[in-house]
Each structure stands twice: as C-alpha cells, then as structure tokens.
C-alpha cells in the first residue's frame, strides 16, 4: 500500500499549496459539505407532490344581474391551473436543470412529464374539437398558438428553454380564456357536446392503458401477441413471435410510476372540470356516476407514500409492489373511461 500513501501525500501536498495553509483545506472542506448539506435539503423540499386545488368556473353578470358560469371556463382554467403548477411548483419546472440538486432528481421530472402530456392532449382537443362547430369551422386563434407550444421539448434549458415556451402557452390560453367569458367577444366558444367528450377521453384511454402495461411489467411477464387480434385481415410491418417478454428495467420502475402519478394527478382536475362544463350532456346520457368513479380511482393513486423507496417485490412476495397496486388503479379508471365512452355514444 506504499503506492496508496505517496498518491495521498501527494494530493495533500497538493491541495495545502493551492489553499495556502491546512486551515485552508479544512475551509473548503466545510463549504463543500455546507453545500451538500444545503443541495440534499432542497431536493428533499423539491420532491415534494403537489396537493390537489379546487375546480371552478368562471361565472359572468348578466343583463338581468344572475350569474352563470360560462361553458368551457372550468376546463380552460384548470389547463391554465396545473400548467403553472408544473412551472411554478417548489424548484420551479426540474425536467431540464442542468445543476445540483434538480440534476440528481427523477422522481419529479417524470411526474412533471405525466403532467406536461395531459396538459398536451387538452390543448390539442380544445384546438380541434371542443372549439370548433364542425369539422369545416376555423380554428380559435389563441389555442393554435398555444397547443404546438406545449408540445415543445420537455428538457431544452437554453435558447429557447423548455419553461418559457409553456409559459407563452398559457399566455394564450389566459387569452382565450378571457375571450371566453366575454360577452362581448363572441368568436370564442367551447362547444361541450358528447361527441367532443368522446374523442378526448379516447386520448385518456390511450394514455392509461400504455402505462398500465408498462407499470404491470415491472416484474416481468409472459403476454400473447394480441396485436392483430380482431380483425382476419389485419397485417403489420415487422413479423414478431406468438409470445412476448415484457420487463421494464428495474432502473424504469420509479420513473414510471412517477409519471403515472402525475398523469393521475393532472386528469383528476381536468375530469373534475369537465364535469362542470359538460354537466348537460352527461346527464342527459346518465353517466355523471360513471365519470365521479373515474375521478374516485384516479384520487386513490395519490395516496401518500410511506416507503422511502418504490419497491419491485414479486406479485406475492414478501415485499409489496408498489407499480402493481398503481397499475391496477389505472386499469379500473381505464376500464370505466371505456364504459363512459360507450354511454356517449348512445342516443
């Protein structure tokens, strides 16, 4: 170990002639370690999960001196409402930190990705349908702007950054907001129709079963290729095998849940708004119950965390699993956004 003691001598040699004295040495052992202490602490603060807000609708005055919400306000502004939560949470957005301690963070960047998707898919419904008359109307000039914003790349840190691009987006969307609920202003609109409902809760359907799947492997499994299952004629691009291995890497497995945990988080308010603006027609279709027990299933997915870690134990282990029990909250509120679907296509 001779070797071992000259590098280390060396390095102290080195190390006293830079900082002048051992006190010296001491000084910048002691900022080091307060700037740990101070990094560790703040991403302890910063990991922090966002409790949830209340859902409500923009009410205007009318002639007669009555209040009445106005139709669309309740989903917009709860778009606005967790696009900013995700902006301006403790930390601020971490996706793109390039320094200590959002550079040592996952957890939250991946809950922000859940987020940032559905906040993606409203806009990209609102530009398209909820906006929009019928199929040949134009298209609102503030969700055009704001929709191909939210879909900038999530982790761009400079020139332009991930965050100002999102906040011009929700400039647009306080715009149209604001058109919205003018009376005065009558080129915006936001027509709440089943058919409307219909189409985006088939992007949420989409969305909840690919992170089922993804949260159901995390200990591996077996799956027959259902593919092409269906339909005689169907073909597809590459040839694949009968049986599949599906695994998410152990190194996955937080990240998914976290983002399935933001995903939860942000259709919680959005269900709860569309609610409110889509009252008459879900009630004309009896399917207020059925949208209340999606949000229900979707709530319990934000139970808190008691383990500091999430565990990958085998489905009846000794450990728990903590991506199985998400994953089979996901699938209930998935297999009840279907059945709601198929109670708004029925006259």
């Known amino acids: 170990m001779d070797w071992l003691q000259r590098v280390w001598f060396t390095f102290w040699d080195k190390l006293v002639a830079v900082t002048g004295s051992v006190k010296g040495i001491g000084s910048v052992a002691g900022a080091i370690m307060l700037y740990l202490i101070v990094t560790v602490g703040l991403g302890i603060y910063w990991s922090s999960e966002q409790e949830p807000f209340e859902v409500t609708s923009v009410a205007v005055q009318k002639a007669d001196g009555s209040e009445q919400p106005v139709i669309g306000s309740a989903t917009v502004s709860s778009l606005i409402r967790i696009t900013e939560t995700m902006l301006d949470k403790p930390g601020g957005y971490l996706s793109n930190d390039r320094l200590p301690p959002g550079l040592w963070l996952d957890n939250i960047p991946n809950w922000e990705f859940g987020v940032l998707v559905q906040a993606r898919d409203m806009s990209r419904a609102m530009r398209k349908d909820f906006s929009r008359s019928q199929s040949q109307s134009t298209e609102d000039v503030d969700l055009k702007g704001a929709e191909p914003l939210l879909h900038f790349d999530n982790n761009s840190w400079l020139l332009p950054s991930s965050e100002g691009e999102y906040r011009k987006a929700v400039k647009y969307l306080r715009a149209y907001e604001t058109r919205l609920t003018d009376p005065q202003q009558q080129d915006a609109q936001f027509y709440a129709r089943a058919d409307n409902l219909r189409g985006w809760l088939a992007d949420v359907s989409t969305r909840l079963g690919s992170l089922s799947q993804r949260l159901s492997a995390s200990v591996g499994q077996k799956r027959v290729n259902t593919d092409l299952a269906g339909e005689a004629d169907a073909r597809q691009s590459t040839s694949v095998s009968s049986e599949l291995e599906v695994k998410t890497s152990w190194t996955e497995i937080d990240d998914v849940f976290y983002e399935a945990?933001?995903?939860?988080?942000?259709?919680?308010?959005?269900?709860?708004?569309?609610?409110?603006?889509?009252?008459?027609?879900?009630e004309k279709k009896n399917a207020l119950i059925s949208l209340r027990q999606i949000v229900r299933e979707l709530e319990a997915t934000q139970s808190t965390i008691w383990s500091p870690m999430i565990l990958n134990g085998t489905e009846f282990g000794l450990l728990s699993n903590h991506s199985l029990v998400m994953a089979s909250y996901i699938s209930r509120a998935n297999a009840a956004i279907i059945d709601l679907r198929s109670l708004l296509e029925q006259g």
């Open 261 to 282: 945990r933001g995903t939860a988080w942000a259709l919680i308010h959005l269900l709860k708004a569309v609610e409110v603006d889509f009252a008459t027609a879900l």
